[in-house]
């Protein structure tokens, strides 16, 4: 093209334009790729930062879904469970004295000493005498009462042998797994020599084995045994604040977007309205938490730690997320739909709620997916009305105290035992993740299934 | 069991009054020989509606002050003679103890006299009430339903009273969002001011200290509240986070909405995404014992003395947290400026990278500033990542390698766990969280109106 140009042009002048730009030619097609470049480098960055987060949480995580755990048989010897037979029930006591009995039952089966039996049986395989304080630095805390309440379940149980799985301590589980760095001097170890050797030993004679940490999804927290620490509390009362988020922010959330953008009037009330809850989505979290502090639990006096209250701060969080989503959905409804209604002779009512809505459907159900999924992922306002208690029980009930995954998450990563719970903290992520992952993934299939139908 | 037996009471009232009001609506129009205003399942709702109504008011008079009043029963059981000799706190186990007796579950040790006729009194008692309750409820539903049904006429217009009360149900649910938002000032306003009759505004909003003592006894000071260095950290942290999430963020969208071919633009988008979906104590967590001890072992290989937990570790993360927010809303905005302006630049000759920087960011300019003052905002209400990976140490600093501490995770230390809110330590949490909203309040809404008038500018 250039040389056509040269032929035609000719002159001295237009020659020296062309010269000009023929050199600035090469310069900008360099800016260009490197422009471009940048642009490549920027994606890359970003991509790489995904790939490190999530295979910093994994490789931390993993190792800690498997868990060193004793096999041993245990012997319920009677000359160590010495306790009378269990009360039963409807022999002529009222609830309550029966209620008594059998707590005083109960209490006699928390003096005996367990880990006895966990110490015979200990020395009945390997051969070594272990007296109880090596016991509990041997096996996690835990053991004593896993044996209890077998035995407290099926009182025949006295004079027999069973095979039972006990989890080994947490220092007992870092040693094995060299967690904890194995050539420190013996003053800087968290466990004796002896008893270092002794787990080395039921290791190599697989009395020790590495099996799938099932209790992480059913104990509870717990802060004497870290070993059989669970999020099955945690769980539960995430569980109960989404189900109190789905029932609320749902239905009030459609509802406002229904009215905001179907029948209020054109003005600057709405406008105001408008600007209103799109500063409410952006409004940081934890002034949620503070709100929830200073009305549900300071003003109305509901429960400290409970779901109930955590479900409310984060149903007004999700609150503005849904209405927003509804009312793009409702806007991307076609007029004609709506005029073919209103044409038949339906009210603006039946036309929004017989014709519009059902075509959202899919839009609504998607925003409350990831509406959902943002609450379960939210810590700090949590943290104010006071989730972050040490609870070790499943909630039975929204007014129950509880904690949330992500407030499981937080504690315990600030936990002492730093070699443990760097991975336990890591597992309890990858749990958090993966339920984030299916909520999105199903939002995403959800939205391909719309698009695929529109 | 009580709540069983009211739940379906309810039903079937509702049901037979949907049912009553449907048929009777028929039975008019045929009488009548004039066709319906409305259908009759408008009809069956309306006199739901009208039985609902009653039949609530009662049931939740009773939930507010049933309690209340089964207690004064219970109170005046006691023989007065009893109830004078007896503590508060023996009250209140004496009355426990009845209850136990009425409810069937028996109590411990031998019951008293007295203590056994209130329990038989109190069974009596809470089964009369209950009844009469529920009596009144369904008797006052069917009286309603009654005059329902007398209402009902070929012309009653029961279509557009269901649809104004279901409008009125629309409006108060928008009232919500607006009550959230007065809620949220209100209570920050008030437990704000209660904090300045400790600590003068000037004090709060000038200081430079920041030192809250826990034990105010003795010494007569209270602490210091200099607001300053939270507000420097605070700062510190969102710029670090801008520094890092502005160049990747935008260049990204930039690729993505301009160069990208589309299927690749269809899977890096979402897994970008992805990063928007992360909970942030999961960034916490990785900036705490990942990017913390790379960044300081950095800064032992070079011989600078970095911590771990710095508000360059916070500021990272913050930003590699804000790089899909920055990126989606900016690709949003790239994809706004109409596709005429870039082929009249393109069509001069000019690059694909001149038209952009010429032509496109100039034109989406507006928008792409909305955008980050919204990732501002987010930046400086984040709170996890700095709880973890800032070192709380609320101290003027410039160095960024130091330890620092936010407004945010101010307000977490000073109100964790706390319910009394009392004295100064406590509320000023309050103080600090009207701070940080006003703060993103003034963001947000410029964001919010510049990127409505870019919209409504190309629209």
Not at chain 1, 111 to 139: H, K, P, Q, Y
Not at chain 1, 212 to 228: E, G, I, K, Y
Not at chain 2, 233 to 248: E, R
Not at chain 2, 335 to 364: F, H, M, N
Request: hydrophobic share 50%.
């Amino acid at each position: 093209m250039t040389d056509i140009n040269m032929q035609q042009t000719g002159s001295e002048a237009s020659r020296k334009r062309l010269e000009i730009i023929r050199a600035s030619l090469s310069r900008r097609h360099r800016a260009e790729a490197i422009f471009k470049g940048l642009g490549i480098a920027a994606i890359v960055l970003a991509l790489a930062l995904v790939g490190t987060l999530f295979w910093q949480v994994f490789s931390k995580g993993t190792p800690s879904l498997f868990q060193s755990t004793l096999h041993l048989d245990i012997t319920f010897d009677p000359e160590v469970v010495e306790v009378g037979p269990a009360p039963e029930a409807g022999s002529g006591l009222s609830p309550a004295e029966y209620e008594e009995a059998y707590l005083d039952w109960r209490r006699a089966l928390a003096l005996v000493n367990w880990n006895e039996l966990i110490a015979n049986a200990i020395r009945d395989v390997s051969g070594t005498e272990i007296d109880g304080g090596d016991v509990r630095a041997l096996v996690d805390n835990n053991a004593g009462l896993v044996l209890r309440s077998r035995f407290q379940d099926n009182p025949d149980l006295l004079g027999q042998t069973v095979p039972m799985d006990l989890l080994v301590s947490a220092n007992g589980d870092n040693w094995l797994k060299g967690t904890i760095d194995r050539d420190l001097p013996d003053e800087r170890q968290q466990l004796s020599a002896d008893t270092r050797n002794l787990l080395d030993e039921l290791r190599a004679d697989d009395v020790i084995t590495m099996d799938f940490a099932w209790h992480l999804f059913t104990n509870v927290d717990s802060r004497t045994a870290p070993a059989s620490a669970g999020l099955a509390g945690a769980f539960m009362g995430s569980l109960y604040m989404m189900l109190i988020v789905i029932v609320l922010a749902v239905p009030i959330g459609v509802a406002s977007a229904i009215y905001l953008e179907e029948f209020a009037p054109q003005n600057r009330i709405t406008d105001l309205i408008e600007v209103n809850i799109n500063n409410l989505a952006a409004v940081p979290s934890i002034v949620f938490g503070l709100l929830g502090a200073a009305v549900f639990i300071n003003y109305f006096h509901l429960p400290i730690s409970a779901p109930l209250v955590g479900g409310l701060v984060l149903t007004l969080m999700t609150l503005p997320t849904i209405i927003i989503a509804t009312r793009a959905a409702l806007k991307a409804v076609s007029p004609s739909l709506r005029q073919a209604a209103l044409g038949l002779g339906a009210s603006k009512t039946q036309m929004v709620f017989q014709h519009v809505l059902p075509v959202t459907f899919p839009s609504i159900l998607t925003a409350t997916i990831i509406g959902v999924a943002q609450a379960l992922g939210e810590t700090a306002p949590l943290l104010l009305i006071g989730m972050n208690a040490f609870v070790a029980s499943v909630p039975a009930s929204p007014l129950d105290q509880a904690t949330a995954l992500p407030v499981q998450v937080y504690l315990w990563q600030g936990n002492e035992n730093r070699n443990f719970f760097e991975a336990r903290t890591s597992a309890a992520i990858i749990v958090l993740l993966g339920l984030m992952l299916v909520l999105n993934a199903i939002a995403i299939f959800l939205r391909t299934r719309l698009e695929r139908r529109g | 069991m009580n709540s069983l037996v009211v739940a379906a009471v309810l039903l079937v009232l509702l049901g037979l009054a949907y049912q009553v009001g449907w048929s009777r609506s028929r039975t008019v129009a045929v009488g009548a020989d004039r066709r319906l205003h409305s259908r009759p399942a408008y009809h069956g709702t309306l006199a739901a509606i009208w039985v609902l109504v009653p039949v609530a008011l009662v049931l939740g008079l009773w939930a507010l002050f049933g309690p209340g009043v089964t207690d004064s029963y219970i109170r005046s059981q006691i023989p007065a003679d009893v109830a004078a000799s007896l503590e508060p706190a023996q009250l209140n186990n004496a009355m426990a103890r009845i209850r136990s007796i009425a409810s069937g579950y028996g109590v411990l040790g031998e019951p008293q006299p007295f203590e056994n006729q209130a329990g038989q009194a109190l069974r009596q008692f809470q089964l009369i009430s209950f009844l009469i309750v529920i009596a009144a409820a369904a008797g006052l539903g069917v009286l309603a339903l009654f005059a329902a049904r007398r209402r009902i006429t070929p012309a009653l217009r029961a279509r557009n009273q269901v649809e104004a009360v279901v409008n009125a149900l629309l409006v108060a649910c928008s009232a919500v969002a607006i009550l959230t938002t007065i809620g949220i000032v209100v209570s920050l306003l008030f437990e704000a001011i209660r904090f300045f009759t400790f600590i003068s505004p000037v004090d709060f909003f000038f200081g430079t200290v920041w030192n809250p003592r826990f034990s105010t006894t003795g010494t007569g000071g209270e602490g210091d509240y200099g607001l300053i260095p939270l507000l420097w950290g605070t700062v510190m942290v969102a710029f670090i986070a801008m520094f890092v999430a502005v160049p990747v963020g935008l260049m990204s969208a930039i690729y993505l909405s301009q160069y990208a071919h589309p299927r690749l633009r269809s899977t890096v988008k979402p897994i970008i995404e992805v990063l928007a979906g992360i909970p942030t104590i999961v960034y916490g967590f990785f900036a705490l014992v990942t990017v913390g001890p790379f960044l300081s072992g950095i800064g032992n290989a070079v011989g600078l003395d970095i911590r771990a937990t710095s508000a360059a570790t916070a500021g990272l993360v913050m930003g590699i947290m804000i790089i899909p927010f920055i990126s989606s809303l900016s690709d949003d905005i790239l994809r706004q400026v109409p596709k005429s302006l870039r082929d009249g630049s393109l069509g001069l000759g000019a690059t694909r990278s001149e038209t952009i920087r010429k032509v496109i960011l100039p034109a989406a300019l507006p928008g792409i500033v909305g955008a980050f003052l919204l990732a501002i905002s987010r930046a400086i209400g984040e709170t996890m990542i700095v709880v973890l990976a800032a070192g709380n140490s609320p101290i003027l600093r410039l160095n960024p390698f130091e330890p620092t501490s936010t407004v945010t995770v101010t307000i977490v230390n000073q109100l964790t766990g706390d319910t009394d809110f009392a004295g100064p330590q406590s509320l000023v949490a309050f103080a600090l969280g009207l701070t940080l909203f006003a703060m993103t309040l003034v963001l947000n809404v410029a964001a919010l109106l510049i990127v409505r008038r870019f919209r409504e500018q190309y629209e």
